[in-house]
């Protein structure tokens, strides 16, 4: 009945790679961008329009929901799909990042990471068998393993710890993950996916990826960038790292990033992505357009009856000028969050459209350098 | 080409109305309930989910609006109905209430009110005529008269001195509207409402009713209540002063009010209302359902997922479970508001549409026993 976890690499074009991830909850196209609903929420946005925006899969944030709800919670609700109304595939993360940038007071042991909630200050702890655990409470359809994600720059020696780290919890949560499976807290329509973490450091990065390729993973994620490195260091070290993993699995490159950030990546064979921009930047008066992303806070905006971005397939893109959210904006007013976080999910699944298309018809290169050029102006940070 | 504003009373079930006005943007059914779009949008919803809730007309506030974007940027831009993207009919208030509650080192004088805008200290004027003249220029469908709306308990001197002065404001207002109109910057299909002051003192409403009535406006509200009296004695204030206005022109209360209020208000005559209850309510996690108010923060939802309210005819009280309503207020997102808002908006869309159709049936008085039985839950202030 369950469908197997499965992937289907369907093209390449040089590098980029056009593929299928089959889940028991449905099919992926990749290249795949997961909005991100953290709290069980894509923010400010309906669970249909993220449907409508053409996204096959979601993001949650383990270390959100094992705070509030309550992963316990979540599961005898039903889990998560049921929860946030949201029937197709679920990724989740393992917390390994989050715990390090959002809990306090942690204290991290071999056995994983002590921490408090920023919510309040209640104690939890965190290790590989706890988070798989969450993780198939939830109910994820595609799991991570638990890691230790470090800020950039470090030290070699401080990156290299926490890759080792890292390699042992891999290990832990594929243990963990075997044995949820065996206990039918999983299925075989989940997956379990390893990080690849190093920094930017090319030989831990190689280091990384051969053990975890040793351990089999059906999935490997690229780990532990986009943490302050720059988007060319980014770029080269991406570059350095995907050869080292197989070509029959999906490559997940996390928390990333600006449109530019995403057709690079996709040109080095990567096929999926999560990131809070779309959503974040709609929030802060930013919207991505087929014409460069616009800050709607800026007054010349302020007479502007043009639509934000009549080449948008979203309707919200089409139908409200930019005069209007400009003001929406301006006023603090949920209207102008709502329609931009909505405008920007669409652009993004409409990118990853158009990536595929590309692809598809082997002409990535230069459909790359055509949209580059349109999107040139890539938004401050909000 | 341009409709006629025009009145015509359907039928009458004791008291209780059923009615239409006829504008030149289309006709609105009366008893009516106008959603409030403050500042060019009705908060945390999309206009199609205001239009498709069942609202014929909506309110915006001159006051706001005057101050941000502009009334002559909104006229530049196409007006107001243009910018907010709702081609029904919209009302507008004068900006009477507001540059009262919210402007600062105001100076009331014969003229008008001086203030100070709550927004960024700038100095600005409202008059009868300048009203009038943002009226316009917003392209308000009704427009209402300029009046000073005092808080209550007051000294009945004090009463009496606003509502006289109301008076002389409502013969400049009609004046002002009138040239408007001759000069073309207002049309036949646009009205303007004079508005009874006077407090609680059935002796001061009769005098504000009457000279306003002899001023012949199409149309008269009730101002002046649901400013701290309590229900009580607004119910009573509305029975004093109702008998006073003709019958054959819509009488509009303004800011009012809870779904009990509304009901004991139609059945004394009351054709028309606005509040910002459904949504500000929503906001803070309230919800208005066919069971009663509900405090969606109350922990007892925590792992109810039954839905919000199975009766009503808004997708999203079916669609989401109180448990994940309850998750969402309590972590503060978005959606929370958003479905809160929507939910409270259709709400009270279907109970006018309801009070309608008791009234068409002869059985209002049934309807409303029935009702408030049911709706025994009114929710605290937020």
Chains 1, 2 share one sequence.
């Not at 509030?68 to 393992?94: N, Q």
């Not at 706890?130 to 030290?155: H, N, T, V, Y």
Request: hydrophobic fraction near 40%.
């Amino acid at each position: 009945m369950t469908e197997h976890f499965a992937f289907h690499l369907k093209t390449t074009d040089g590098l980029a790679r056009l593929g299928e991830i089959t889940t028991s909850r449905g099919v992926i196209r990749t290249p795949a961008f997961m909005p991100v609903g953290t709290v069980a929420t894509v923010k400010a946005l309906y669970p249909d329009q993220v449907r409508d925006a053409g996204a096959d899969i979601l993001l949650g944030n383990t270390y959100h929901l094992m705070l509030r709800p309550g992963a316990e919670r979540i599961a005898r609700l039903g889990g998560l799909h049921k929860f946030m109304r949201w029937d197709g595939p679920i990724l989740t993360d393992s917390g390994g990042f989050q715990v390090m940038s959002l809990g306090k007071i942690r204290k991290i042991t071999e056995e994983g990471v002590a921490f408090q909630s920023h919510l309040d200050g209640s104690r939890h702890m965190l290790s590989p068998e706890r988070s798989i655990e969450i993780q198939c409470l939830l109910g994820a359809d595609i799991q991570m393993q638990f890691d230790e994600c470090i800020e950039l720059p470090a030290e070699r020696r401080e990156v290299e710890r926490a890759m080792e780290l890292s390699l042992r919890w891999a290990e832990r949560s594929k243990r963990a993950f075997e044995a949820q499976r065996a206990a039918g807290g999983a299925h075989a329509g989940q997956a379990l996916f390893g990080i690849v973490q190093g920094g930017t450091d090319a030989e831990l990065r190689h280091r990384s990826a051969a053990a975890l390729v040793d351990m089999d993973f059906p999935g490997y994620a690229v780990g532990g960038l986009a943490v302050g490195e720059g988007h060319e260091a980014m770029i080269a070290t991406l570059g350095q790292t995907l050869p080292a993993l197989p070509t029959d699995k999906p490559r997940y490159l996390m928390g990333v990033g600006t449109p530019l950030d995403l057709i690079e990546s996709v040109r080095l064979g990567v096929d999926m992505f999560d990131c809070v921009m779309p959503t974040r930047n709609g929030r802060h008066g930013y919207a991505f357009t087929w014409n460069g992303a616009l800050n709607m806070r800026n007054a010349k905006f302020a007479e502007d009856m043009s639509p934000l971005d009549e080449l948008s397939s979203c309707p919200g893109a089409r139908d409200y000028s930019k005069a209007y959210v400009h003001h929406l904006i301006k006023s603090g007013e949920f209207l102008g969050a709502m329609i931009l976080s909505w405008v920007n999910t669409v652009f993004y699944q409409d990118l990853m459209a158009a990536m595929r298309d590309a692809i598809a018809h082997g002409r990535f290169a230069e459909w790359a350098d055509e949209t580059k050029a349109r999107i040139t102006k890539r938004p401050a940070a909000p």
